[in-house]
T-cell receptor
Framework: AQSVAQPEDQVNVAEGNPLTVKCTYS??????LFWYVQYPNRGLQFLLK??????LVKGSYGFEAEFNKSQTSFHLKKPSALVSDSALYFC?????????????FGKGTMLLVSP | NAGVTQTPKFQVLKTGQSMTLQCAQD?????MYWYRQDPGMGLRLIYY???????DKGEVPNGYNVSRLNKREFSLRLESAAPSQTSVYFC??????????????FGPGTRLTVL
């Protein structure tokens, strides 16, 4: 069975500094990985995905993610954090058991960017 | 386009009461999903409908039923609510099968409290 782990419940960073939110995965077969963001009292919004190809994936709002097959990681990054980036971030992996119809989500990492 | 809409936004029930959460999407998506979000647990899939006319259990289906009324609408029913079902419920939809269509689009959520 596939799974994702987000080892940090919370990440704190100062505005203007680079940020990283970590995700590791476990799948059988090729991994298809996603990042979503959730702002307070809102639904999840899609940020970016890795299907195949370049290991550095660019997404919305200046975010990017680095896929590393040897380390089974898919860390979310941004070169310069904004206070408005403060939100809950979820990593997810496509499930193979449902005919690729569903995603398994990590538990989420709260990102807090201080002014 | 309104995207994915959910009603109601908030609901308080007493133990044993029943209710139906409604979800509709206007994006002509084939697949629809119901999740629950609990603190520290991430998103857990309750039921999904890969296409009109089909429904399947997710990770936590006990105590819930679903109906895919038509291509647009996917409802979630609690027949006899329990305090353990206090949660935030999200509906999501996805264009269809195929690798390039794997992003899910989320509704704003329904916050349910069972007393």
């Amino acid at each position: 069975a596939q799974s994702v782990a987000q080892p940090e419940d919370q990440v704190n960073v100062a505005e203007g500094n680079p940020l990283t939110v970590k995700c590791t995965y476990s799948v059988s077969g090729n991994p298809y990985l996603f990042w979503y963001v959730q702002y307070p009292n809102r639904g999840l919004q899609f940020l970016l995905k890795y299907i195949t190809g370049d290991n550095l994936v660019k997404g919305s709002y200046g975010f990017e993610a680095e896929f590393n097959k040897s380390q089974t990681s898919f860390h979310l990054k941004k070169p310069s954090a904004l206070v408005s980036d403060s939100a809950l971030y979820f990593c997810a992996v496509r499930d193979s058991g449902s005919g690729y119809s569903t995603l398994t989500f990590g538990k989420g990492t709260m990102l807090l960017v201080s002014p | 386009n309104a995207g994915v809409t959910q009603t109601p936004k908030f609901q308080v029930l007493k133990t044993g009461q029943s209710m139906t959460l409604q979800c509709a999407q206007d994006m002509n998506h084939n697949s629809m999903y119901w999740y629950r979000q609990d603190p520290g647990m991430g998103l857990r899939l309750i039921y999904y409908s890969a296409s009109e006319g089909t429904t399947d259990k997710g990770e936590v289906p006990n105590g819930y039923n679903v109906s895919r009324l038509n291509k647009r609408e996917f409802s979630l029913r609690l027949e006899s609510a329990a305090p353990s079902q206090t949660s935030v419920y999200f509906c999501a939809s996805r264009p269809g099968q195929g690798l390039q269509y794997n992003e899910q689009f989320f509704g704003p959520g329904t916050r349910l409290t069972v007393l």
